[in-house]
């Protein structure tokens, strides 16, 4: 099954733990399913992008916020589409980019940004959630909490039905961006 972006596990990682093969559609299906919501919920791409090109909003002060991280390079900044120079901003891998002389101006997308940002290697604790989410999506029947088979019942956790994990969401607040927008 081709994906647009990178897994951020280990489809080798997954079989080990489900014991089966790494190239199986379903346990590819589930990753990518698991890896897409994690993006979704931390509001950026995670692994790298390179040349991104953000046109941001002007906010009248002196620093504005890129909308992924790590920012890992600063290709162009441009101001009403003048290039400035590097004399004229610097920017940080949290994702600030900071005007050197004055402000920016308080205008909607007068701010176009090329840069390049993301984690190389998926750090380890977002590739355990997303093993951890992949393993349930793969083994949890939706909308069944317990299934008895034969002389066997076999009870489903708190993951199956609130759909993520305390760790999950630990993670998840750790990695993402611009939550100040959220209600």
């Not at 647009?4 to 080798?12: F, G, V």
């Not at 046109?55 to 290039?83: K, Q």
């Not at 940004?113 to 993301?118: E, I, L, Q, S």
Request: net charge negative; glycine share 8%.
């Amino acid at each position: 099954m081709p994906t647009t972006s990178p897994l951020l596990a280990s489809p080798d990682d997954l079989a080990a733990w489900l014991g089966v093969p790494a190239d199986d559609p379903k346990l590819m299906q589930a990753l990518n399913a698991a890896s897409s919501r994690f993006r979704g919920a931390v509001r950026h791409h995670v692994t790298p992008v390179v040349d991104d090109i953000a046109v941001l909003d002007g906010n009248g002060r002196r620093a504005v916020l890129l909308r992924a991280a790590p920012v890992t390079a600063v290709a162009s900044v441009a101001l009403d589409g003048e290039p400035l120079t590097e004399d004229d901003y610097e920017w940080s891998a949290d994702g600030f980019l900071r005007r050197m002389c004055g402000c920016w101006p308080d205008r909607l997308r007068c701010i176009r940004v090329v840069y390049t940002h993301g984690y190389e290697p998926v750090p380890e604790d977002i590739a355990e959630v997303v093993l951890d989410q992949a393993r349930a999506q793969f083994t949890v029947v939706p909308g069944l909490t317990s299934m008895t088979v034969g002389g066997q019942t076999l009870a489903f956790g708190a993951q199956a039905s609130i759909g993520v994990t305390a760790q999950w969401t630990s993670v998840v607040e750790r990695y993402r961006l611009n939550a100040g927008d959220q209600p």
